[in-house]
C-alpha cells in the first residue's frame, strides 16, 4: 500500500501530464494546420504551372486541354486562354498558305520561354507579343482552377484581367467574309486588343495589311490600329484578325464599337477594300 507521501506524489506527477496534454494538441493542430497549407500552396503551384506549360507550348490543342482541365469556366481566365487558343489557332491556319496560294502543311508557332520567379510569379515571352509579361497573383476557386489573375505586359502597373476582358456579339456576313464572335482585352497600359474570329466563307483569296485599321469606338472617336497575325486567306479558311490600340478606346460592355480591316481580295496586296465590322461588348 502507498503511504499518504506516495500517494501525494503521485497525484503531483498526474496533474502535471494532464497539464501537458493541451501543449501537445496544440502543437499537433499547428502542425496539422501548416501541413495543409503547405498541400494547397503545392496544388496551386502545380496547376498554375502546369498551364503555363501549356501556353509556353503555342500549341492551341495543348492549351485547350489546359484550359479545360486547369481554369473555371465562363471565368476572366477562361476567356483570356479562349483567346490564346485562338490566336494559336489562326497563326497555324496562316502558315499553309502562302502569297501565290500554294498550300503546305500546318506548323506550330515556337515555343515560348516561362520564368518562374520565387514569389510564385510567372514570366512570358512568347510569340503571340500580346500575352508577354508577368503574371501574378492568382485567384482560385475550391478546386484550385484558376479563375483570375494580374498581369503586366509593359513598365505599366499590375491590372487583373477580371472586368477587363469581354466577349463580343458580331453579326457581319458579306461577300463570302463572316464574323459572329470575338474578344475584348483592355489592355494593363489603358489601350484596347480586340480579337475577331474570322472565317472565309466562299470569297477566294482574302489577306490584310497591319496598317491603315482603325477602331471607332463607342463614342464615335477613331482609334489607329495595327492589325495581325499577318497572312492569306482561302474559300472555307478560319482565322483570327486582330486590331491593337495605342490610345485609349470607349470600349465598354453593352456598347458597339467599329473595327475598320484593311483588307485586300488577294494575297498578293492587290484588290484593296476596307470592311467595317461592329461588334457588342458582353
Not at 20 to 42: E, G
Request: a positive charge; proline letters at 3%.
Amino acid at each position: 500500500m502507498m503511504d499518504k507521501y506516495q500517494r501525494l506524489d503521485l497525484k503531483v506527477r498526474m496533474s502535471l501530464i494532464n497539464r501537458s496534454k493541451p501543449v501537445m494538441v496544440s502543437a499537433l493542430a499547428i502542425l496539422f494546420i501548416f501541413a495543409n497549407v503547405q498541400i494547397s500552396q503545392a496544388a496551386t503551384s502545380t496547376n498554375v504551372d502546369k498551364f503555363f506549360a501549356a501556353v509556353k507550348s503555342a500549341k492551341p490543342v495543348d492549351i485547350e486541354a489546359a484550359r479545360k482541365k486547369y481554369v473555371v469556366p465562363n471565368s476572366s481566365a477562361d476567356i483570356y486562354a479562349q483567346m490564346i487558343v485562338k490566336h494559336f489557332t489562326g497563326t497555324e491556319y496562316l502558315k499553309t498558305l502562302d502569297r501565290v496560294g500554294n498550300v503546305s502543311p500546318s506548323a506550330h508557332d515556337a515555343p515560348g520561354k516561362i520564368t518562374k520567379s520565387k514569389d510564385g510569379s510567372f514570366k512570358l515571352d512568347s510569340t503571340f507579343n500580346t500575352i508577354d509579361g508577368t503574371y501574378k497573383d492568382f485567384v482560385l476557386n475550391k478546386s484550385k482552377k484558376i479563375s483570375s489573375f494580374k498581369v503586366k505586359t509593359t513598365n505599366n502597373s499590375f491590372v487583373s484581367i477580371k472586368d477587363n476582358i469581354q466577349l463580343l456579339t458580331i453579326n457581319y456576313n458579306n461577300g463570302g467574309t463572316e464574323f459572329k464572335t470575338g474578344i475584348h482585352w483592355k489592355l494593363p497600359t489603358g489601350y484596347s486588343f480586340v480579337q475577331l474570329d474570322f472565317v472565309n466563307n466562299f470569297g477566294g483569296f482574302k489577306s490584310w495589311t497591319y496598317a491603315r485599321g482603325y477602331i471607332r469606338d463607342a463614342s464615335g472617336v477613331n482609334h489607329n490600329t495595327v492589325t495581325g497575325p499577318l497572312g492569306c486567306t482561302n474559300t472555307g479558311g478560319k482565322t483570327v484578325i486582330e486590331a491593337t490600340t495605342s490610345t485609349v478606346a470607349a470600349i465598354v460592355k453593352n456598347t458597339t464599337s467599329t473595327v475598320i480591316i484593311p483588307m485586300y481580295a488577294s494575297c498578293t496586296g492587290d484588290n484593296y477594300g476596307e470592311i467595317s465590322v461592329p461588334f457588342l461588348v458582353q
